[in-house]
């Protein structure tokens, strides 16, 4: 029978998702199926769209608040091992669900012109993505999780009795073939929604990273060139290449994460938040300055190429607490900087098999950030995502010890859900 959740989802939540497989004689009741799960709220939040009847989007935000709450793993996805369920070091994300949700997030970014969401679109690309394929993108995983200390069987859910796979493994096709083809997906979903327009004729850079962008707006077009290492380093650079006659607004993304954005054009510094005060309304006389709106900085002006923008969002250490639901009901650490989740990395005899012992480290979330360090070092290229990473996050265990921790898209066997233990 299908797994009874300790909390289902409240009003009544459940109701709008009669989700049934008629391809299917054993799933004729509604499903928790992770792909169909984004899949139908995203047909909800169009029929929104479509009607302006505010029950369909009341209906989609609390359902992602809830899953956001519940059911999220610590590398930006929903647990989704064919139905979505509570987070847990062993619990798994199918890749198809990852494709599937990605693409439900960047639309709600687009239709609410709301930056969170492609906060949530980030932290699931630069981590989940990346470690769905091998460093060849020759083979990949049907799901991940978010401790592989081997390629053993994954606990999944199935209609009738709980059943094994060894969906873990990295191999050149799974059986279905749902998640071979649908990783496919993820990237050129992520590259054409790095920057659109806008409903007053502007653009907006929604999602980072290096990029070109050419396209057409009322007066012209406009283009630009994006240089950045991000997430790997903070520091974005758009240097304007064609414009518009007139002017034209332009929205920059501003993380949820970042406390202190740092936004300058041709050196000369632009606030970054809303004016506050008497001082900053007398200043705002006499010059122009950015609006913000959810999550989004606004600047209208008459653009010229060869103009620079040079951005920073400073990337602090920080450790989350989330809590296994399912098995053990314990207290796990995650340590983040930026949208990327980092993980120790254990040495790989291949993709599927350690070459050394594997111990999980306890971590103290109270502890683990004293003399925390975020190291940087030039990126290869190519980058392949290697398990050297030349960035590294320094913390220290329950015990005192250092620990070196890479992304967490860079490893195949790993830890990055880390037992919470007080510090001896």
């Known amino acids: 029978m299908r797994e009874t959740y300790a909390t289902a989802p409240t009003n009544g939540l459940e109701a709008t998702l009669w989700t049934k497989r008629k391809d299917h004689w054993a799933m004729k009741w509604p499903s928790r199926h992770g792909v169909f799960t984004h899949e139908d709220l995203l047909s909800v939040f169009a029929a929104w769209r479509a009607t302006g009847d505010a029950a369909f989007l009341e209906a989609v935000r609390a359902w992602y608040a809830f899953l956001d709450a519940r059911a999220r793993l610590p590398f930006g996805a929903t647990v989704m091992d064919e139905e979505w369920g509570h987070p847990g070091p062993g619990r798994g994300t199918e890749s198809c669900a990852l494709a599937a949700e990605e693409w439900s997030r960047i639309n709600l970014m687009a239709g609410l012109g709301e930056g969170r969401w492609g906060d949530d679109v980030e932290r699931a690309f630069f981590n989940a993505a990346p470690a769905m394929t091998d460093r060849a993108w020759r083979n990949h995983v049907y799901f ?49 929604a790095m920057w659109t327009t806008t409903a007053d004729g502007g653009v907006a850079a929604a999602l980072y990273g290096p990029c070109s962008v050419d396209v057409a707006v009322p007066g012209g077009r406009f283009a630009a060139e994006e240089r950045t290492d991000y997430p790997f380093g903070d520091a974005i650079e758009i240097e ?79 450790v989350d607490v989330v809590r296994d639901l399912d098995d053990t009901q314990k207290d796990f650490a995650c340590l983040s900087a930026g949208p990327l989740l980092f993980a120790r990395g254990f040495a790989e005899k291949d993709d599927n098999a350690a070459a050394e012992e594997i111990a999980v480290p306890e971590i103290d979330p109270n502890t683990a950030l004293a003399g925390a360090r975020l190291n940087r070092a030039a990126l290869p290229r190519p980058w392949n995502w290697p398990l050297a990473s030349p960035t590294t996050l320094s913390v220290k265990d329950a015990a005192g010890r250092t620990l070196e921790l890479v992304p967490y898209g860079c490893t195949k066997l790993r830890a990055s859900m880390f037992p919470a233990g007080a510090a001896k």
């Open 240 to 318: 304007i290449v064609a414009a518009p006659a007139g002017e034209m607004p332009l929205k920059l993304r501003l993380p949820g994460w970042c406390a202190n954005p740092r936004v300058s054009l041709d050196g000369t510094p632009l606030a970054t938040k809303p004016a506050y005060g008497f001082v900053d309304w007398f200043l705002g006389l006499f010059a122009d300055r950015p609006t913000f709106k959810d999550g989004f900085m606004t600047m209208t002006r008459t653009w010229r190429a060869g103009e620079k923008l040079s951005i920073v969002f400073p990337m602090e250490p920080r």
């Open 144 to 192: 991940q999780v978010p401790n592989r200390l081997e390629a053993r069987p994954v606990k999944r859910l199935s209609v009738g009795d709980t059943v094994e796979e060894t969906s873990a493994t990295y191999a050149r096709k799974h059986s279905p073939l749902c998640c071979t083809a649908g990783l496919n997906r993820v990237l050129p979903n992520y590259v054409q």
